[in-house]
């Protein structure tokens, strides 16, 4: 048998310990993404029910934005998407290096309201509208879209997000929906009125349709628009899929009523409750709605 020579067997041991730690390396990473999918895919879906944003969209950019749950934004801040502060946030804030030196950034009490804050984000930002109008498994024009819309400076962000989902087929979440739709329905994507999720009624398409496909109870669709069995509401009338409240958000304080409005009608465009408008308008039969006048919406 032939000896080895010291400085080969040196050589051989340190080719093996690179090997190995490599491995290591790479086993960790993996294991923490799968953990991370594994621990987060609930959040996802869930936002997809309501938002109509991908599962896997979403999942991709936590991954990504947060290095699977590891960054410091996401440890401290319980910030999963590197959403920025901007001149509306209110919440905890936290400084820190990003494109520039200690960038302003939102911090949430936990995942859950990160997850929220990031559909929200999405849905209320008018440069992100168009995202909404694609398909519910279509993440490659999501994530295209949302580089396009100027979500992340990196010129890759696109085709890191599409690796992500495919290296770990993230795209099986998308089918989780629990949309069920009528032959040659196309799904809604839903809109945020008033802080209330709502979808807006197309031709030839009734609640029924649209109760089906959110899994809901007839009934309780009616009771959160406020109809009864007997009316249909116009096509394009907005349909609520949760209880209206009880005022307008601040940036709609006042309405001058225009000639066709009726309570329900304004209550549908605005997400407020016909009795919480009535009562707070002192509108009765001694007292009906009128052409021009002034309605308080809170």
């Not at 929220?116 to 279509?138: E, P």
């Not at 209550?267 to 002192?282: A, C, D, E, P, Y």
């Amino acid at each position: 048998m032939k000896t080895i020579r010291p400085a080969i067997l040196f050589l051989l041991l340190a080719v093996t310990s690179c090997s190995v730690q490599n491995t290591a390396v790479n086993g960790n990473v993996k294991d923490a993404y799968s953990d991370y999918i594994s621990k987060y895919s609930g959040l996802a879906v869930e936002q997809m029910k309501k938002y109509g944003i991908p599962a896997s969209i979403t999942l991709a950019q936590g991954l990504l934005e947060s290095d699977a749950g590891r960054s410091t934004l996401a440890s401290k801040c319980n910030n999963h998407f590197g959403i920025k502060c901007h001149s509306d946030w209110k919440g905890r804030k936290m400084y820190h290096d990003d494109d520039e030196r200690q960038e302003c950034f939102r911090c949430y009490r936990n995942a859950e309201e990160s997850f929220s804050d990031h559909s929200l984000f999405l849905v209320n930002g008018a440069r992100y509208q168009s995202l909404f109008k694609l398909g519910a498994t279509d993440y490659k024009g999501w994530a295209k879209g949302l580089k396009a819309a100027g979500y992340a400076t990196s010129p890759t962000y696109a085709t890191k997000l599409i690796e992500l989902i495919e290296r770990y087929g993230l795209d099986r979440f998308d089918g989780r929906s629990g949309v069920r739709l009528k032959p040659g329905q196309v799904p809604h994507q839903p809109l945020l009125v008033n802080g209330q999720r709502c979808v807006r009624l197309r031709e030839d398409e009734t609640l029924k349709d649209i109760a089906r496909e959110y899994g809901m109870q007839l009934s309780l669709l009616r009771r959160f628009n406020e109809v009864n069995r007997k009316f249909t509401p116009p096509v394009g009338t907005l349909i609520y899929l949760e209880r209206k409240k009880a005022r307008a958000d601040k940036e709609h304080r006042t309405y001058v009523v225009k000639k066709g409005d009726s309570l329900w009608s304004i209550s549908q465009q605005f997400g407020i409750k016909v009795s919480s408008l009535s009562k707070r308008n002192r509108i009765s039969d001694d007292n009906p709605l009128v052409t021009g006048m002034t309605l308080l919406l809170r």
